[in-house]
């Protein structure tokens, strides 16, 4: 069985055994993590995800973390010889070993989730958490033209959660933030 899974901005298609450098993962050496973005699993029967499989999931044992070669930059001189120079950078690396390929069930085997170095998990990105906190607190005041996730978070530290609060807002003479007329109309037309 083999699985097409997502990670670092690339993909990789794996089978158990395998031995992959990835883009650098918060994890140590000796820890098991699990991929979830899987966007193909193949075998007797081939699923393929639209964008991801539900419930697939790869699992690999850290093997360690390492560092990527040098890179050796060849410049082209017109009527000279060429020049070869070795550029500072070492990209950042972890090596996994493959240890089994999931087609269902990869969301109940309580395996830590791989996320990269210095990325944040899923529910805690600032773009995700600032219309789930408007829309706990009153309405999406994103669905106003013009309003985009910055508008609305100013919006809401001015005590403007609701539709009919920003429907009753003066535009001219409200000083918690900068209201817009056209914002107003439309959040009467909405309330």
Known sequence: MFAVMKTGGKQYKVQAGDVLRVEKLAADAGETVQFNEILMVGGESTTVGAPLVAGAAVQAEVIDQIKGDKVINFVKRRRKHSSQRTKGHRQQLTLLRVTEVLASGGDATGVKAAI????????????????????????????????????????????????????????????????????????????
Do not use: H, M, R, Y
């Open 116 to 191: 990269g170095a210095g990325s944040a998990p899923a529910s805690s990105s600032p773009k995700a958490a600032a219309p789930a906190a408007a829309a706990s607190e009153g309405d999406d005041l994103t669905k106003i033209n013009g309003v985009g996730p910055a508008a609305a978070k100013k919006l809401v530290e001015a005590g403007i959660t609701t539709f009919a609060q920003l429907a009753a807002v003066d535009a001219d003479t409200f000083e918690g933030t900068k209201v817009k007329p056209e914002w107003v109309e439309q959040a009467k037309e909405l309330a």
